[in-house]
Protein backbone atom coordinates (compact mmCIF):
# COMPACT_ATOMS: atom_id res chain seq x y z
CA UNK A 1 0.00 0.00 0.00
CA UNK A 2 1.05 3.67 -0.88
CA UNK A 3 0.79 6.60 1.05
CA UNK A 4 -1.38 9.59 0.57
CA UNK A 5 0.12 12.92 0.55
CA UNK A 6 -1.86 15.94 1.69
CA UNK A 7 -0.44 19.12 0.57
CA UNK A 8 0.24 21.44 3.30
CA UNK A 9 0.43 25.10 1.48
CA UNK A 10 -0.52 27.59 4.56
CA UNK A 11 0.36 27.39 8.59
CA UNK A 12 -3.47 26.70 9.51
CA UNK A 13 -3.06 23.42 7.78
CA UNK A 14 0.07 23.12 10.05
CA UNK A 15 -1.64 24.09 13.27
CA UNK A 16 -4.25 21.89 12.35
CA UNK A 17 -1.27 18.58 11.96
CA UNK A 18 0.17 19.62 15.34
CA UNK A 19 -3.42 19.40 16.95
CA UNK A 20 -4.13 16.16 14.96
CA UNK A 21 -1.05 14.46 16.64
CA UNK A 22 -2.15 14.68 20.10
CA UNK A 23 -4.55 11.48 18.64
CA UNK A 24 -2.10 9.89 16.44
CA UNK A 25 1.41 10.05 14.99
CA UNK A 26 1.74 12.84 11.97
CA UNK A 27 4.30 12.33 9.50
CA UNK A 28 5.38 15.68 7.89
CA UNK A 29 7.69 15.26 4.61
CA UNK A 30 9.59 18.52 3.75
CA UNK A 31 10.23 18.06 -0.11
CA UNK A 32 12.26 20.54 -2.67
CA UNK A 33 10.79 19.68 -6.28
CA UNK A 34 14.21 20.59 -7.62
CA UNK A 35 16.48 18.35 -5.66
CA UNK A 36 17.31 14.73 -6.60
CA UNK A 37 18.23 13.69 -3.39
CA UNK A 38 14.56 15.26 -2.34
CA UNK A 39 13.19 12.80 -5.34
CA UNK A 40 14.93 9.80 -4.05
CA UNK A 41 13.38 10.28 0.01
CA UNK A 42 9.90 11.11 -1.95
CA UNK A 43 9.69 7.80 -3.93
CA UNK A 44 10.88 5.74 -0.17
CA UNK A 45 8.01 8.21 1.46
CA UNK A 46 5.44 6.57 -0.88
CA UNK A 47 5.74 2.85 0.48
CA UNK A 48 5.13 4.10 3.57
CA UNK A 49 1.35 3.24 4.28
CA UNK A 50 -0.30 5.79 6.07
CA UNK A 51 -1.16 9.77 5.28
CA UNK A 52 1.98 12.11 4.77
CA UNK A 53 1.25 15.65 5.15
CA UNK A 54 3.01 17.13 2.17
CA UNK A 55 5.11 20.38 2.25
CA UNK A 56 6.96 21.39 -0.97
CA UNK A 57 9.46 23.65 0.23
CA UNK A 58 9.32 26.13 -3.01
CA UNK A 59 5.69 26.48 -2.77
CA UNK A 60 4.88 26.77 0.78
CA UNK A 61 8.25 28.51 1.94
CA UNK A 62 6.43 29.98 4.92
CA UNK A 63 4.68 26.53 5.94
CA UNK A 64 8.24 25.35 5.88
CA UNK A 65 10.00 28.12 8.11
CA UNK A 66 6.93 27.74 10.46
CA UNK A 67 7.89 23.67 10.91
CA UNK A 68 11.24 24.78 12.14
CA UNK A 69 10.27 27.99 14.46
CA UNK A 70 7.39 25.64 16.01
CA UNK A 71 9.15 22.70 16.15
CA UNK A 72 13.21 23.59 17.30
CA UNK A 73 14.30 21.22 14.35
CA UNK A 74 16.58 22.96 11.65
CA UNK A 75 14.95 22.86 8.51
CA UNK A 76 16.37 20.43 6.17
CA UNK A 77 15.18 18.71 2.58
CA UNK A 78 14.25 16.17 2.23
CA UNK A 79 13.01 16.32 5.63
CA UNK A 80 10.80 13.67 7.39
CA UNK A 81 8.90 14.32 11.05
CA UNK A 82 7.08 12.20 12.93
CA UNK A 83 5.23 14.56 15.42
CA UNK A 84 3.15 13.28 18.81
CA UNK A 85 1.61 15.51 21.41
CA UNK A 86 2.49 18.69 19.36
CA UNK A 87 6.33 17.96 19.25
CA UNK A 88 8.96 15.74 17.06
CA UNK A 89 9.78 12.78 18.34
CA UNK A 90 11.59 11.74 15.35
CA UNK A 91 13.52 13.41 12.06
CA UNK A 92 15.79 12.65 9.67
CA UNK A 93 17.04 13.83 6.26
CA UNK A 94 18.67 13.60 2.96
CA UNK A 95 19.88 9.83 2.83
CA UNK A 96 18.22 8.92 6.15
CA UNK A 97 14.74 9.21 4.69
CA UNK A 98 13.51 5.87 4.42
CA UNK A 99 10.63 3.58 4.52
CA UNK A 100 12.16 1.63 6.96
CA UNK A 101 13.27 4.10 9.55
CA UNK A 102 9.82 6.08 9.11
CA UNK A 103 7.87 2.82 9.75
CA UNK A 104 9.88 2.29 12.69
CA UNK A 105 9.31 5.89 13.58
CA UNK A 106 6.02 5.47 13.73
CA UNK A 107 5.42 2.48 15.62
CA UNK A 108 7.73 3.33 18.06
CA UNK A 109 6.11 4.05 21.68
CA UNK A 110 2.44 3.32 19.99
Not at 10 to 28: C, F, G, I, N
Not at 46 to 62: G, P
Request: with cysteine; net charge neutral; aromatic share 4%.
Amino acid sequence: MESRFIPVEDTKELEQLLERSHEAPVLLFKHSSTCPISAAAYRQIKEVATDVALVVVQKARKVSQEVEKRTGVPHESPQALVLRNGSVVWSASHWNVTADAVNGALRSNE
